[in-house]
C-alpha cells in the first residue's frame, strides 16, 4: 500500500496534468527533467484525452523507495487513463524526494507508452 503522502503527490500531478497545466508541473517540478512543452508533445502525441482514474486504480500505483537515500527518494510508476479506453498504455514515471516538513520535490523522469 502507497504511502498517503506520497500518493496524495502523485494525485496532485496526474490531476495537473489531466486540466492540461502543463505549467503548473513545471512549476512544481522546477523544471527538471521535462519542459511544459515536453509534457504537453508526450500527451498530445499518444493521442487521448486524460480523465482521473477511478479510486481503486490509485492501488496500482507502482512505488519502489531508493535504499539508503538520504533524503529519502522514491520510484514512482503509475498508468494514466483516457476518455475512450480507460487505463491506457501512457505510463507517468516519477522520482519523488522527501524534503523538509516531510513535503516532496517532484521530478517527472517520463511520459511514455510501456
Request: with cysteine; net charge negative.
Amino acid at each position: 500500500m502507497i504511502n498517503p503522502g506520497l500518493l496524495s503527490v502523485v494525485k496532485a500531478v496526474v490531476s495537473m496534468l489531466v486540466k492540461g497545466d502543463y505549467l503548473g508541473v513545471e512549476k512544481l517540478t522546477e523544471g527538471k527533467q521535462l519542459t511544459a512543452q515536453e509534457i504537453e508533445q508526450a500527451i498530445k502525441d499518444y493521442g487521448a484525452i486524460l480523465i482521473m482514474p477511478p479510486d481503486h486504480a490509485w492501488e496500482n500505483t507502482d512505488v519502489i523507495e531508493t535504499e539508503n537515500s538520504n533524503p529519502r527518494k522514491w520510484s514512482v510508476r503509475f498508468d494514466l487513463w483516457a476518455a475512450r479506453e480507460g487505463q491506457s498504455d501512457l505510463s507517468l514515471e516519477l522520482t519523488l524526494t522527501e524534503s523538509e516538513a516531510h513535503h516532496c520535490q517532484v521530478e517527472i523522469n517520463g511520459i511514455h507508452v510501456l
